[in-house]
């Protein structure tokens, strides 16, 4: 297994990295897609190609849907559970063993600091093995029918399920996906984005390596129309796992509608961080920092908007600025404080947000330009930035800009900070900082998103379940309601007199 310094030493002498592999998997093993035309991968830090991957077919998507099928009923449904779990947990240990090779080739395709790629594989291991313990948990319920009768649920695996992976977090999102579909006994056919195609195709492998049957893990690379398309509208696939913009979701909505396929849509938000006047300073300014600038933004669940209370607004502010003018920006493998986004498209969408701000003459107290590593001259960066006091109304506070860029919100008071927290048409995730304990859980409650980070933003893993309301999609992940997407309820009522 090669450590980070060899493939740092590799990619620095050679500009790519020979372990990345070409080709989709499909039954157990690399397979000859049907054509031979090939995508450039980027590294957005340098701004340059570093890798080639297959541009899938709908051909390939078949042979990928029919070899999960065919796993699906011949093996995996009718694995024991136990031996289920055995596999998933050994596939958490390999995903260890290859934490270099994963974490590096993460932050090459997606550009992320590599602290935080380590974190992302680490939590993808942790996403297995917290799944193989649930794979013999699956438990159901008996009912009181009276004297005569009995009845019981069992919980059996929905199929094939096809997973849309997008940039942001590609082993994360896979992982999360992966994970509970197989120890629900279903099978895989996963399409992750084009610009950060390689370490789905690398878990496929370990997942393999780990024990899993030919067919119950397959990965097809390619664009979202080519691959991710027919892969949606397949009329073998039993349920869809989508994470994405809301645009393509509704796309993927409507296909589903054909058939009536089951899905889960996680398509994005616009998180407020509600930070009260009797909050503790530091625990809050190191929160929202976190909330907004880890992944340059690119989190579907970053606080991207700033709810602060009138009376400290203007010396909170004043603070992250000047906390935010000191992040280092530079190539992930440089381990930055903040890396760049992650294609030339996306930074143009980023920059377009902030053009149109300073034109309406928004208030811009730290960042707002694109930038560069200033070490290299490269990549596709954009400072971190805050806009001061933006109305309700304005793009800034409404839209997902996806980028290092915080909205602020002034709020007269708590109930002003809820009405705020919620005009919007987002609702995946919000943060709240206050030492009133009462309060807190009185704004939990009434804040419309799928999940409320109090006094830590991104408190808690792969426990706690995670999902949107609103434009933010439906459906959950993560904990054990993630797995009841992967499960069907058949109820069995019998007369046994
Ligand atoms: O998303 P798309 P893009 C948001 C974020 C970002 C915007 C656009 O605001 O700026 O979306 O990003 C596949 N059928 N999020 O263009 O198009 C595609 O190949 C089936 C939030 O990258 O939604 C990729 O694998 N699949 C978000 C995935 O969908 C299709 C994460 C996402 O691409 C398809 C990413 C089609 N017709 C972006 N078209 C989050 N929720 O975390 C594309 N795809």
């Not at 694995?79 to 974490?103: C, F, Y």
């Not at 993808?124 to 649930?134: I, K, L, M």
């Not at 397949?234 to 054909?258: L, P, Y």
């Amino acid at each position: 297994m090669s450590s980070a310094i060899d493939l740092l030493k590799e990619y620095a002498e050679t500009g790519t990295l020979k372990a990345l592999p070409l080709g989709h998997f499909i039954d157990g093993a690399f397979a000859q897609p049907s054509h031979n035309r090939t995508l450039e991968s980027f590294d957005p830090g340098r701004s340059m190609a570093f890798a080639r991957f297959t541009a899938g077919t709908a051909e390939d998507v078949d042979q990928a849907v029919m070899s999960s099928r065919a796993a699906f009923e011949t093996v995996w449904r009718d694995t024991a559970p136990v031996e289920r779990a055995r596999i998933l947990q050994k596939a958490s240990a390999l995903i260890l063993d290859n934490l270099d090779l994963l974490a590096v080739t993460e932050t090459l395709d997606s550009g992320k600091p590599l602290q935080e790629a380590l974190g992302d594989v680490r939590g993808a291991a942790r996403t297995f093995e917290y799944y193989a313990g649930a794979c013999d948990k699956l438990q159901g319920d008996s009912f009181p029918l009276g004297p005569d009768h009995i009845g019981y649920t069992i919980h059996e695996p929905v199929g094939v399920t096809a997973h849309i992976i997008p940039w942001n977090f590609p082993i994360s999102t896979a992982a999360r996906g992966f994970a509970p579909a197989l120890a629900a006994g279903c099978t895989v056919v996963a399409k992750p984005a084009e610009q950060t195609p390689f370490t789905a195709l690398l878990l496929a492998r370990i997942l393999s390596d780990a024990g899993l049957p030919d067919g119950v893990c397959n990965v097809v690379t390619g664009t979202g129309r080519e691959t991710g398309a027919p892969l949606t509208a397949h009329t073998d696939v039993d349920h869809i796992t989508f994470t994405g913009s809301v645009q393509t979701g509704r796309t993927v909505m409507k296909t589903a509608a054909e058939e009536i396929t089951r899905v889960v849509l996680e398509l994005g938000g616009k998180s407020p961080v509600v930070v009260l006047a009797d909050c503790d300073r530091e625990q809050a300014l190191t929160g929202v920092l976190g909330a907004i600038y880890e992944n340059a933004g690119q989190i579907c669940s970053a606080g991207s908007r700033l709810v602060i209370e009138k009376s400290i607004h203007e010396q909170f502010v004043g603070d992250l600025a000047a906390r935010v003018n000191a992040l280092t920006l530079g190539h992930g493998l440089e381990k930055p404080d903040v890396g760049p986004v992650n294609s030339a498209g996306h930074l143009a969408k980023v920059a377009g947000f902030i053009d149109r701000a300073r034109e309406r003459g928004a208030n811009i107290v730290a960042g707002g330009s694109v930038t560069h590593d200033p070490a290299t001259g490269k990549g596709w960066f954009f400072e971190p930035t805050i806009v001061d006091a933006v109305a309700a109304d304005d793009e800034l506070a409404q839209d997902e800009i996806f980028g290092p860029v915080l909205t602020v919100q002034v709020a007269d008071d708590a109930d002003h900070a809820l009405e705020l927290a919620n005009d919007c048409q987002y609702g995946l995730v919000a943060g709240i900082y206050t030492s009133n304990f009462a309060r807190a859980h009185q704004l939990a409650r009434r804040i419309d998103a799928g999940q409320i980070y109090i006094n830590e933003y991104f408190a808690g893993g792969v426990e706690v379940p995670f999902g949107g309301n609103k434009k933010s999609g439906f459906g959950r992940e993560k904990g054990l309601e993630g797995l009841k997407s992967y499960c069907k309820t058949k109820s069995i009522a019998a007369r046994i007199t």
